[in-house]
């Protein structure tokens, strides 16, 4: 009786506008839910790849009274025996009820409110369920269909027929070690098939970066687009243009550091999504040169990230902008410029152009200057110059990209090679290595000439 006592005084706690009801029970709209509940010995994700802070967020929503899941891509990963790099949370909670359980958080977003969870150096990402965006409430979506804003918030149902794609909606309740499945998405992750959930159209209205997500999950994760998701993808590809930015940086970093880079290339070109991401990268692409430096550039950091190495956004991009960069500096030493002051002339033009259609982070692109900058420096060989450059704080990444323009065919490898040489010679071998100088004498300054003594009648 006591059970039941406080299951009526507290089992609604903290539900949103809209929710009604608890996950596998009739909706307020007296459809019943088809959710798949999948136990522990089918699903067999291995509770060892899970973070503990994502656990610990999990448990204090649950004692807090809400539901709590691990949620997406984090659940598909630990299916696939991938340890997810990021683990995000849904629960029922809004997102002050969420801010007011946990001390260190902080609630963040216009587009979508969402709720940071910081745990040491790990930081959680929490987010209520979402209803539908045509709901009454905090939701807009502009001329093309595209959500600009959706604070809409619903049932647990509704939220998981918001989600992408259905390997994307699902959800891991860690206390009952149980995955709740709404649109058979562990089915379509073991036929190894990516499918969208609902009209393919009308999702990627709503969101064009989704084809860009579709793009780097078939790559990354090796599974085939399923034909009615993928068949709108070329016709829309224009919707992008539509996307601020910043969303499309974030996006493109995701799709470049995810370990598939080469792949994921490919299947840009294939889908024509590469237009208007990248507008320079084709140009790149159809140059033997270009191409074979980007490859090399894509693979590195592949390698990188597959071997659990860090990889750096600014590095990656100076080597996906260089070869324009390049032909500018050469289009602008023809018209009289000076080597270094067209260099810097192309480096501002290059980056100014892409911006028009994915900003770079301006703590990217100081980097990428620095990295372009030191390339005509590791020619001079003679004097004190190199042992200068050794110094510069950005020397390594200057040094790596050389051996690309090296192995590409670019510059000669005599060149890498000798710089590799340099750097881990003693003081009497790298004097011997010096080359001599080029002859150019440096310009004497002209003596100035004194002015005339001031005369009777003159001022001094």
């Known amino acids: 009786m006591i059970k039941q006592f406080l299951q009526k005084v507290f089992g609604k706690r903290g539900l949103p506008p809209g929710q009604t009801s608890e996950p596998g029970q009739t909706s307020k709209k007296g459809k019943s839910s088809a959710v798949q509940v999948i136990s522990a010995s089918k699903h067999k994700i291995n509770p060892k790849l899970i973070s503990q802070a994502a656990l610990k967020t999990c448990d204090g929503l649950q004692k807090a009274g809400f539901e709590a899941y691990i949620v997406g891509g984090a659940v598909r990963d630990l299916l696939l025996n991938h340890p997810p790099k990021d683990f995000d949370i849904a629960t029922n909670a809004t997102p002050e009820q969420v801010h007011k359980?946990?001390?260190?958080?902080?609630?963040?977003?216009?587009?979508?409110?969402?709720?940071?969870?910081?745990?040491?150096?790990?930081?959680?990402?929490?987010?209520?369920?979402?209803?539908?965006?045509?709901?009454?409430?905090?939701?807009?979506?502009?001329?093309?269909?595209?959500?600009?804003?959706?604070?809409?918030?619903?049932?647990?149902?509704?939220?998981?027929?918001?989600?992408?794609?259905?390997?994307?909606?699902?959800?891991?309740?860690?206390?009952?070690?149980?995955?709740?499945?709404?649109?058979?998405?562990?089915?379509?992750?073991?036929?190894?098939?990516?499918?969208?959930?609902?009209?393919?159209?009308?999702?990627?209205?709503?969101?064009?970066?989704?084809?860009?997500?579709?793009?780097?999950l078939s790559a990354k994760l090796g599974l085939k687009l399923e034909q009615t998701t993928e068949a709108p993808i070329r016709k829309l590809a224009d919707l992008l243009e539509d996307v601020p930015p910043s969303r499309l940086f974030d996006e493109m970093l995701k799709l470049f550091l995810s370990g598939h880079a080469i792949e994921s290339i490919g299947a840009l070109r294939a889908q024509h999504l590469h237009h208007g991401l990248l507008p320079l990268l084709d140009v790149v692409l159809e140059q033997p040169l270009g191409e074979k430096f980007v490859m090399l550039a894509l693979k590195n950091t592949d390698d990188r990230i597959l071997a659990g190495k860090s990889s750096n956004p600014s590095f990656l991009f100076a080597t996906l902008l260089w070869h324009e960069v390049l032909q500018a500096w050469l289009e602008n030493q023809k018209r009289g410029e000076p080597l270094i002051p067209a260099l810097h002339l192309a480096?501002?033009?290059?980056?100014?152009?892409?911006?028009?259609?994915?900003?770079?982070?301006?703590?990217?692109?100081?980097?990428?200057?620095?990295?372009?900058?030191?390339?005509?420096?590791?020619?001079?060989?003679?004097?004190?110059?190199?042992?200068?450059?050794?110094?510069?704080?950005?020397?390594?990444?200057?040094?790596?990209?050389?051996?690309?323009?090296?192995?590409?065919?670019?510059?000669?490898?005599?060149?890498?090679?000798?710089?590799?040489?340099?750097?881990?010679?003693?003081?009497?071998?790298?004097?011997?290595?010096?080359?001599?100088?080029?002859?150019?004498?440096?310009?004497?300054?002209?003596?100035?000439?004194?002015?005339?003594?001031?005369t009777n009648g003159e001022s001094a």
Request: glycine share 8%; with cysteine; hydrophobic share 35%.
């Open 101 to 216: 359980t946990f001390r260190r958080s902080r609630i963040i977003g216009r587009r979508f409110r969402l709720v940071h969870v910081l745990w040491g150096q790990e930081t959680i990402e929490v987010s209520t369920f979402r209803g539908h965006h045509q709901s009454e409430g905090d939701g807009e979506t502009n001329d093309s269909g595209r959500i600009i804003r959706d604070n809409i918030f619903g049932s647990i149902e509704e939220d998981a027929v918001r989600r992408d794609f259905t390997a994307n909606a699902l959800y891991y309740d860690p206390k009952r070690h149980e995955v709740l499945d709404f649109h058979n998405g562990v089915a379509d992750i073991r036929a190894k098939t990516l499918r969208i959930i609902g009209d393919p159209v009308k999702r990627y209205q709503e969101d064009p970066v989704r084809m860009l997500r579709a793009v780097r």
């Open 347 to 454: 480096m501002n033009e290059i980056i100014d152009k892409q911006g028009e259609k994915m900003a770079i982070h301006n703590r990217y692109t100081a980097t990428m200057k620095e990295i372009w900058a030191m390339q005509p420096r590791f020619e001079q060989r003679s004097g004190k110059r190199p042992y200068a450059l050794l110094t510069n704080p950005k020397y390594r990444a200057g040094y790596d990209f050389l051996l690309l323009r090296c192995a590409s065919g670019e510059l000669p490898e005599e060149l890498g090679e000798w710089w590799t040489r340099f750097a881990d010679a003693g003081t009497e071998e790298r004097t011997s290595m010096l080359l001599p100088d080029s002859g150019l004498q440096k310009r004497r300054r002209r003596p100035r000439k004194k002015k005339p003594a001031a």
